[in-house]
């Protein structure tokens, strides 16, 4: 890429400079960049930096002092609690199902030919690319048709549906790097499909599943409008939020904000670090 | 050996029957149920009632347009915002790559819902921003950013992003640079060389970008509900309303279906221009 830099700039080329490197106009790609990821950060930083204001009256919306009073009280509200636990449940629930659908789901798509894997294609790419309005509007119809009562399964099960092709495809792509005679040699050695699939095939896939896991986790603990469609009278983190934007937001949503924003943060870090370290 | 060929769908019969039953057969359900007739106290009955599609274009139209308008609108800012940004990243970014990337997703740590009534506040009329430019005089005093159409789609491309740089990020970062090397050394010049070798190689990535930013902002009503106030909804809140609060249920699933039409349309349309293979290829790998 160095070839884009080198116009124009050979005339006050220097001798003493080291070949290559030195010589750079303002680089605006990089201050472009900067600038979006302000843009990106700018909410983040005033949810953060508002959790420990002291606000005057019902809106958190201007500085009006430093408090640690919605850290000590972060709990204070039983509803907002209660959502935070439906959310965190839920969640939990979708990364295991979704992922042990969505694993083998992925297995066979990586690795076998077979009749109906053009559909199965199909269907998964709709799955995923059908607006949530109408995933969850066709869901609510049909629990409606079938006069089913909507509420904490109703969420489970419909997070699982928008959540399985995300773990497949996350799951396919890394069987498909797969050097199969791992396998085949695990068969020369006397292992039947299981053992070898236990022994050899699951440990390799282990990364692809853990991450597939992880992404239903975050797709389903952020969910608001398929959830909103499906869940009843229960609530969720995402839903309790916006039933309190009403009334006002108390400071305690911003501590929560911050500290899944924290969580978050502190597992791309390990992540990162984990990453440097086996490179 | 029987055994072996089985296998395939030994694997996918769960994932599939979940899907069949949660994705597949609730579609036909809301087409049923957009045929009936009646209402929540006296219950629906199936009399294949077409009519309801009339009704719900002849009175939503407006908000369906705005819909594709400013789901529009905001893939043009996506692309506009994210293309530079996900060129930089792959060509300059060296090292750090890796960190950008993370950077550009970490704000989607947050909640969605929270995000963009994170920007609400930020935004208010007398908030932190607006509300000092107000006290140094730069601003006029009824000066508002919330409650108004920029501000529905600035929300919805900000939400979006991410998946405009990523695919555009992704086809960019396996490009062969010795590419444009060559158009150098053919003397093209910088934008010369842009447009002839990087853009095309490109464009898949922007195409799959298009659908993965277009098909949620103009079904988004989140976005509309928190930054546009009342002058400003959406079709998905047309969708959300009669569903939950009117439960009006067969004109609510005939305007869902009016929008699914309309996607499919430009989708298929997409796909045709483009190739299927390619553009479902790049949506979902």
Not at chain 2, 141 to 162: H, S
Not at chain 2, 211 to 222: E, G, K, R, W
Request: proline share 5%; aromatic share 12%; with cysteine.
């Amino acid at each position: 890429m160095s070839a884009a830099l080198d116009t124009g700039d050979r005339a006050q080329a220097v001798p003493a400079r080291p070949p290559g490197r030195a010589r750079r106009r303002t680089d605006w790609g990089r201050w472009y960049t900067w600038a979006v990821l302000a843009w990106l950060f700018a909410p983040i930083a005033f949810m953060v930096v508002f959790s420990f204001n002291d606000p005057a009256g019902r809106h958190n919306i201007t500085w009006q002092g430093f408090t640690l009073h919605w850290y000590a009280n972060a709990f204070a509200y039983p509803d907002l609690n209660e959502a935070m636990f439906n959310s965190v449940t839920i969640a939990l629930l979708t990364m295991v199902v979704a992922g042990v659908l969505g694993t083998l789901l992925g297995l066979a798509l990586g690795r076998f030919g077979f009749r109906g894997k053009q559909l199965t294609n199909l269907v998964m790419f709709a799955a995923i690319s059908a607006p949530e309005v109408v995933l969850g509007a066709a869901l609510l119809s049909t629990f409606l048709m079938l006069n089913v009562t909507t509420g904490y399964w109703t969420t489970v099960v419909a997070h699982v549906m928008f959540c399985v092709s995300f773990v497949a495809i996350t799951v396919r792509a890394r069987v498909i790097t797969l050097d199969p005679s791992l396998e085949e040699a695990a068969r020369d050695l006397g292992a039947g499909p299981w053992t070898t699939f236990r022994l050899v095939t699951l440990p390799m896939l282990f990364p692809a599943v853990m991450a597939g896991g992880l992404l239903a986790f975050a797709l389903s603990i952020d969910d608001y409008i398929i959830t909103t469609f499906v869940s009843g009278d229960v609530n969720t983190f995402p839903l309790w939020i916006w039933g309190a934007t009403r009334v006002g937001i108390p400071p305690q949503v911003n501590v929560m904000g911050t500290l899944l924003f924290a969580v978050g943060l502190t597992m791309a870090v390990i992540n990162v670090v984990a990453a440097r370290r086996r490179a | 050996m029987r055994n072996r060929k089985l296998t395939p769908y030994v694997l996918v019969l769960p994932a599939w029957t979940w899907l069949a039953l949660f994705f597949v057969v609730p579609i036909g359900g809301m087409l049923s149920l957009s045929l009936t007739t009646g209402n929540v106290i006296t219950g629906f009955q199936q009399t294949f009632a077409v009519g309801n599609y009339a009704d719900a274009v002849g009175t939503y139209w407006e908000q369906i347009l705005r819909s594709l308008l400013y789901g529009g609108c905001a893939t043009l800012v996506c692309i506009a915002v994210g293309y530079p940004v996900a060129y930089w990243i792959a060509f300059r970014g060296g090292a750090y790559k890796s960190t950008y990337l993370l950077l550009l997703l970490l704000p989607f740590f947050v909640s969605f819902v929270l995000r963009t009534i994170s920007w609400r506040f930020f935004l208010s009329d007398n908030g932190v921003v607006l509300g000092t430019f107000k006290d140094l005089g730069l601003l006029p005093d009824g000066f508002a950013v919330l409650n108004t159409a920029p501000a529905v789609v600035l929300g919805l491309a900000y939400n979006f992003l991410p998946f405009m740089v990523l695919p555009i990020y992704a086809v960019l970062e396996r490009m062969d640079p010795h590419l444009v090397e060559a158009s150098h050394d053919l003397y093209a010049n910088r934008v010369r060389a842009f447009v002839h070798v990087v853009l095309p190689v490109s464009l898949p990535g922007v195409f799959a970008g298009v659908l993965m930013t277009f098909i949620p902002t103009s079904a988004d009503y989140v976005n509309a509900s928190v930054l546009g106030g009342t002058h400003n909804t959406m079709i998905g809140n047309v969708i959300q309303t009669q569903y939950l609060v009117n439960n009006n249920y067969p004109i609510a699933a005939s305007i869902t279906f009016v929008l699914m039409g309309l996607l499919l349309v430009g989708i298929f349309s997409y796909a045709r221009a483009l190739g299927t293979e390619r553009v479902m290829e790049v949506h979902t790998s």
